[in-house]
């Protein structure tokens, strides 16, 4: 009997074997791997991962029972040259070209995205030499009437992400995603041209940037789809004093990503424009996205952007108090202040007295020129 049982098991023993043996190669294959360097380490298993997301029924599930994991989605996405993309699209988008392409390449992109041409300065497709000057329209004069009558304007069209009182020093990207204040603006140093006072020991970020009893600290996110007007504005009359530029990724801001990378516009490359206004401290920040291989400032010459010769995780500092100009660079509200190539996002933050008031809803559409908050 016992014979005969083995002899039944024969079949299951081989088959047994057979299935062991690729999991005791991949074991082995694994051990390999994780000798590798990190480069090396990646190039190896992001096919593996790729196919892991892209096959149906989870076909890849099995490697699990030996050790293998698959990249993260996020880690994935990050790990995609977003840089070198969004800076071949920026000369793709620069290519001039012929007066008979330019009317149907202009209307699939305008019919895309939802253009309205009937505001441009120029209406004619034809006089647009390429994608990059369609992208960077001018408006008619009166397009975008700017409000007096409150004290802070949509700087730019776009849709409202989220605004209020910025609490414990986090700032929300989205509804129910937050980001550090800090490690968005950067750290404070001691430096004497900068637009706030030195830091007092262990105070919160947050408070070292509420320069007057009283107020309270807010903030405002507006995305710009590529379809919207690319420029934008001055929200309010204040002066300009520092500039600090942030090289990083040039992952996509819309929505849906925002919602699916925590601190994504602390990944971001972005420049942090900050000074000061009637109420105190007040900053705006352009942060760029996928495609958007220019944040152009009208009065700072020396900002480039999505540069190779900047190393990622670094900022850059740059003054505009001088021994010739002690106070900064003035701006009135609504004066043209700068220009995204594509589209992006806006995010202000600035500090205010307890009764200011945002006359706005979150997810709603906004144009340049329309009242954001006042008191």
């Known amino acids: ?169 986090e700032v929300e990207q989205v509804k129910g995603v937050t980001y550090s204040l800090e490690s968005f603006l950067g750290p404070r140093t001691a430096a004497e041209d900068l637009p706030f006072p030195p830091a007092a020991p262990h105070s919160s970020f947050r408070s070292q940037l509420v320069t007057r009893e009283g107020n309270e600290l807010y903030h405002c996110v507006i995305y710009l789809a590529p379809g919207d007007y690319h420029c934008f504005h001055s929200p309010t009359d204040w002066t300009v004093s520092h500039r600090r530029h942030f090289p990083g990724s040039l992952m996509s801001v819309n929505p849906g990503m925002a919602r699916w990378i925590k601190e994504l516009f602390c990944h971001n490359e972005r420049v942090v424009l900050t000074g000061d206004w009637k109420h105190g401290f007040f900053s705006l920040t352009a942060v760029g996205a996928t495609n958007v291989g220019s944040i152009r400032i009208y009065f700072d010459r020396d900002l480039h952007t999505n540069s190779p010769r900047y190393s990622q995780g670094s900022y850059n500092d740059f003054s505009f108090v001088t021994h010739a100009n002690k106070e900064g660079i003035p701006m009135r509200k609504g004066e043209h202040l700068g220009e995204f190539n594509l589209g992006s996002t806006i995010v202000l933050i600035f500090e205010a007295p307890k009764d200011f008031n945002f006359r706005l809803q979150a997810g709603q559409k906004i144009r340049f020129g329309e009242a954001l908050g006042s008191l």
């Open 1 to 169: 009997t016992m014979c005969q049982s083995e002899a039944r098991r024969g079949p299951e023993l081989r088959a047994a074997k057979w299935l062991h043996f690729p999991q005791l190669a991949l074991r082995r294959r694994l051990g390999q791997l994780s000798c590798m360097s990190k480069p090396a380490l990646k190039l190896r298993s992001w096919p593996l991962t790729v196919l892991y997301y892209l096959l149906p029924l989870g076909a890849l599930r099995p490697l699990s029972r030996v050790g293998w994991r698959p990249v993260s989605r996020v880690a994935l996405y990050k790990s995609v040259p977003t840089r070198l993309l969004s800076r071949a699209w920026g000369r793709l988008n620069q290519v001039e070209l012929p007066h008979w392409l330019r009317r149907p390449v202009y209307s699939l992109y305008i019919w895309t995205f939802g253009v309205n041409m009937k505001e441009a300065a120029v209406e004619d497709l034809r006089h647009y030499r390429n994608l990059s000057e369609l992208f960077r329209r001018k408006l008619k004069p009166q397009a975008r009437p700017v409000c007096g009558l409150h004290s802070v304007i949509s700087p730019s069209d776009g849709k409202v992400l989220s605004f209020g009182q910025v609490q414990n020093s």
